[in-house]
């Protein structure tokens, strides 16, 4: 597992590989840099923030279950 360092310390950071149904409606989204965009994503119990890898890979702080996700919007 990966570690972000930023202002609060070293934090894991969480990955997964997104189900096909949000890589099709990332691919439909504008980027924020090159290859990846800033998301929040809305799930059943909340929202966290994150980015998307190539549209396909979530990276956040916070542990995502991709099967709670309920939309992935620009942020």
Do not use: A
Not at 14 to 28: A, F, G, H, R
Not at 29 to 51: H, T
Not at 52 to 58: D, G, T
């Amino acid at each position: 597992m990966s570690s972000y360092q930023g202002w609060q310390g070293d934090k894991p950071l969480n990955s997964i590989n997104l189900p096909q149904k949000w890589i099709n409606k990332c691919v439909n989204m504008p980027e924020s840099g090159m290859g990846y965009q800033k998301v929040s994503v809305k799930m059943q119990n909340g929202s966290v923030n994150g980015i998307v890898l190539n549209c396909s890979i979530l990276e956040t702080l916070e542990k995502v279950d991709e099967e709670k996700i309920v939309d992935i919007e620009i942020r």
